[in-house]
């Protein structure tokens, strides 16, 4: 029996959260890995809808939930989503829930400085979700972060809060934002230390042991390959990987526990932020697929860009993400368009190029190569079996498969948990 990977195969937002829940049913316990209350994942449970930034979206199966090392946290952030979640009903205790002792924090200065850089570069600017991310990554790297763990050491606080001023308020001086004083930032630490830490654990030995019992692990990917800090359209990234080899090293488990990588991939596509979009429809198609698939951004509610479905770069995304299996959702946002349009490549000057080109300017230069297939009119909305979808939308799926080389392992039909379509069980290997 295999764990599963689910991660983003496009540039976010592909349904990922409704796809991790659904699974979730089988699954022992649900890992993020990376990322942090930028992603958005948004279930819909009968009546309910829950919008997860931090919790790995297995708590609302009431399966375990484990924040791994790999994921920048803001505590009150975290702190906000469990008071929010638990007033629908669901129950987040140390219980259902374990934090990495050695994660990286967020604290107010990191989305102080996102955002003022994002003012500084102007038209320049990424787009990014002003959450503090790129900033928080950045310290983790340069080895100031303050972690999970620290709030249990409240002694060395003040050291690492010095280390942090120096760095950090110097750059918000220079541009022109409010530093931060070290009184505040303790204050905050020192509060939310007694909420958080008794989440925390070495949650590497608790993966150990269920690995060893041979329970189920399902890995909860944010963003998406093409957010990839390394293999997507950088600088237009986000700050973490999102590959699924990603999982092994954000959660404390070796490689071989990753298991089946199952990528979510939309049946169009949509990027939120700044960045190259090689498919993007600027005309009434690009608009109907905003207002009918609900384009809009979980976390800072920015309309989606949205375009034709890029099989040049999820073939990409399948390749650099070892993803071995689709999940194709919102087939139904193309219910009843007469023609539809894959794109197979990219011309750059006088070159066709069946990938996405590294450099910045070869990217914004790329035009999209299309071939053309018929589109259905009749509905796929709700589907739960392929006898229920019209022929024409089995073919565009059929065509999806072979131009990104990953057969369609998984369909879904409409935001609902149940209106999905399992061919192959990812569980299963
Ligand atoms: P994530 O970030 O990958 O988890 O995706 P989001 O939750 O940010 O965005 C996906 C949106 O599409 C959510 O509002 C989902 O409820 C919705 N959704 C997921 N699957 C489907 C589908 O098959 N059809 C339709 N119409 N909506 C879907
Ligand atoms: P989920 O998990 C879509 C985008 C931002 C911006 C870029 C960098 O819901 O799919 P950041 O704040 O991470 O530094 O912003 O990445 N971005 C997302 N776009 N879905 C997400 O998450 C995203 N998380 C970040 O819009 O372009
Ligand atoms: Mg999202």
Same mark, same amino acid.
């Given at each position: 029996m295999a764990n599963v990977c689910v991660i983003g195969a496009q540039w976010g937002d592909e349904g990922k959260g409704k796809v991790v829940d659904w699974l979730a049913s089988r699954a022992d316990v649900v890992v993020r890995f990376q990322g942090g209350h930028n992603a958005g994942h948004t279930l819909v449970v009968g009546d309910q809808t829950y919008k997860l930034s931090l919790l790995p979206s297995g708590l609302v199966r009431g399966k375990l939930g484990i924040i791994g090392n790999g994921v920048v946290i803001d505590p009150e952030a975290l702190l906000g989503e469990i008071d929010r979640v638990s007033a629908q009903g669901l129950t987040v205790t140390p219980a259902t829930l374990r934090i990495a002792e050695n994660a990286a924090l967020i604290l107010p200065l990191h989305p102080a400085l996102d955002r003022a850089r994002e003012a500084a570069r102007g038209e320049a600017r990424i787009g990014t979700t002003g959450r503090g991310i790129g900033p928080a990554y950045e310290d983790k790297v340069a080895r100031r972060a303050i972690r999970v763990c620290d709030l249990a050491e409240p002694e060395t606080l003040s050291a690492k809060l010095d280390e942090l001023l120096l760095h950090h308020n110097t750059l918000l001086r220079g541009l022109g934002a409010e530093p931060f004083t070290k009184d505040t930032l303790l204050a905050q630490l020192q509060s939310v230390a007694p909420r958080l830490l008794p989440f925390s654990e070495p949650v590497w030995e608790r993966l150990a042991d269920m690995r060893r019992a041979g329970r189920r692990i399902l890995f909860e990917g944010a963003q998406a390959v093409m957010l990839d800090v390394d293999h997507g359209t950088y600088p237009f990234v986000t700050s973490s990987n999102t590959v699924a080899a990603t999982a092994a090293a954000g959660a404390g488990i070796g490689p071989a526990a990753i298991g089946f990588v199952l990528g979510i991939a939309k049946a169009y596509t949509t990027r939120v932020g700044a960045g190259p979009f090689p498919t993007e429809l600027h005309d009434a198609t690009g608009h109907l697929l905003g207002e009918r698939g609900?384009?809009? %951004? @979980?976390? @800072? %509610?920015?309309?989606?860009? =949205? %375009?034709?479905?890029? &099989? &040049?770069? $999820?073939?990409? /995304? $399948?390749?650099? %993400?070892?993803? &071995?299996?689709? /999940?194709? @959702?919102?087939? #139904?946002? *193309? #219910? +009843?368009?007469?023609?539809?349009? *894959? =794109?197979?490549?990219?011309?750059i000057g006088g070159t066709v190029l069946r990938h996405v080109p590294a450099g910045k300017a070869a990217q914004a230069a790329a035009v999209p190569q299309y071939e053309a297939i018929e589109g259905w009119m009749g509905s796929t909305r709700g589907a739960r079996s392929w006898a229920? !979808?019209? /022929?024409? /939308?089995?073919?565009? $799926?059929?065509?999806?498969?072979? !131009?990104?080389?990953?057969?369609? @392992? !998984? !369909?879904?039909?409409?935001?609902?948990? #149940? #209106?999905?379509? *399992? $061919?192959?069980?990812?569980?299963? +290997?």
């Open positions: 609900h384009e809009f %951004g @979980t976390v @800072t %509610g920015r309309p989606r860009r =949205c %375009g034709w479905f890029d &099989a &040049a770069l $999820v073939r990409q /995304a $399948v390749k650099v %993400g070892g993803i &071995a299996g689709l /999940a194709l @959702t919102k087939l #139904d946002v *193309l #219910d +009843g368009l007469p023609e539809l349009k *894959l =794109c197979t490549g990219y011309r229920d !979808l019209p /022929a024409q /939308a089995i073919k565009y $799926v059929r065509r999806i498969e072979e !131009l990104v080389e990953a057969p369609v @392992t !998984l !369909l879904s039909t409409s935001p609902e948990r #149940d #209106d999905t379509i *399992l $061919v192959r069980d990812p569980f299963e +290997g």
